[in-house]
């Protein structure tokens, strides 16, 4: 008996590892696919933006109050 019969062979590869590569690429892809969305909105955004976006507040409705308190 040598060292090669006692070793075990995969032909066409273990089908674990084959599982965990596609799965890796899966993930890969699909954080790719997050990431390149988010920039293309966050540009969109940038792209489409108002006048009265270039003020910190414009547009809130905020409650103030008129008058000398103490």
């Not at 799965?23 to 920039?39: D, H, K, P, Q, W």
């Not at 969109?44 to 009265?52: A, Q």
């Amino acid at each position: 008996m040598t060292a090669s019969d006692n070793t075990r062979t995969c032909d066409k590869g273990c089908p674990v590892f084959r599982y965990v590569g596609w799965t890796s690429v899966a993930v890969g892809v699909a954080a790719l696919g997050v990431y390149i969305g988010r920039e293309l909105r966050v540009r969109y955004k940038f792209n489409h933006r108002t006048p009265s976006d270039f003020y910190s507040h414009a547009g809130d409705e905020m409650q103030t109050e008129f008058g000398v308190g103490v």
